[in-house]
T-cell receptor, first 113, second 112 residues
Framework: DAGITQSPRHKVTETGTPVTLRCHQT?????MYWYRQDPGHGLRLIHY???????DKGEVSDGYSVSRSKTEDFLLTLESATSSQTSVYFC????????????FGEGSWLTVV | GESVGLHLPTLSVQEGDNSIINCAYS??????FIWYKQESGKGPQFIID?????DKRQGQRVTVLLNKTVKHLSLQIAATQPGDSAVYFC???????????FGGGTRLMVKP
């Protein structure tokens, strides 16, 4: 258990509504990530954080924003959810730069109807 | 939870046999590689890693082989058990940061 808690674990929302997913870690790791996983696309990086208030875009960042006000929390926000954002979202953490192991949470299943 | 990777390549092995899962990576500058196991409805779970200055690394019942000449990675599982049934992903990291690029995954099915 990598000490990562994602919430909510399952959510159904309507198109156009805002949604926030929360990732909480108890490992005091510096790096946090949000990935999405879709059939045929594997795991793709949305945004990542390398410290409090330090974030950057990943491969598929359009339509998403993130915030990290504390070391332990990394929030992913869909400002106006679309059906293409129906996916499984995984938070991940890592301690150091240069290839330190990345550990994943259990996932958040989001359905946009 | 729902399964992911509906059209993954599948490897079917008999319980007790050895399994070999292959992965071709894309970037010759990648210097760190990880194998993950993902069971249905769960997050990817770290299995074993290897750095580019190594050709082989062994763990408990698992061995990772790295062939940098042909950019190929393999995961060997000894005495495969039903609990090994899952989707296996390789991931590569380029040294500039801690971002992983994932392969498409292989589904391992273990027949009792």
């Amino acid at each position: 258990d990598a000490g990562i808690t994602q919430s909510p674990r399952h959510k159904v929302t309507e198109t156009g509504t805002p949604v926030t997913l929360r990732c909480h870690q108890t490992e005091n790791h510096r790096y946090m990530y949000w990935y999405r996983q879709d059939p045929g696309h594997g795991l793709r990086l949305i945004h990542y954080s390398y410290g409090v208030k330090d974030t950057d875009k990943g491969e598929v960042s359009d339509g998403y924003s993130v915030s990290r006000s504390k070391t332990e929390d990394f929030l992913l926000t869909l400002e106006s959810a679309t059906s293409s954002q129906t996916s499984v979202y995984f938070c991940a953490i890592a301690g150091q730069r240069g290839g330190n192991t990345i550990y994943f949470g259990e996932g958040s299943w989001l359905t946009v109807v | 939870g729902e399964s992911v990777g509906l059209h993954l390549p599948t490897l079917s092995v008999q319980e007790g046999d050895n399994s070999i899962i292959n992965c071709a990576y894309s970037n010759s500058a990648s210097d760190y590689f990880i194998w993950y196991k993902q069971e249905s409805g769960k997050g990817p779970q770290f299995i074993i890693d290897i750095r580019s200055n190594m050709d082989k690394r062994q763990g408990q019942r698992v061995t990772v082989l790295l062939n940098k000449t042909v950019k190929h990675l393999s995961l060997q599982i000894a005495a495969t058990q039903p609990g090994d049934s899952a989707v296996y992903f390789c991931a590569e990291n380029i040294g500039a940061g801690n971002m992983l690029t994932f392969g498409g995954g292989t589904r391992l099915m273990v027949k009792p």
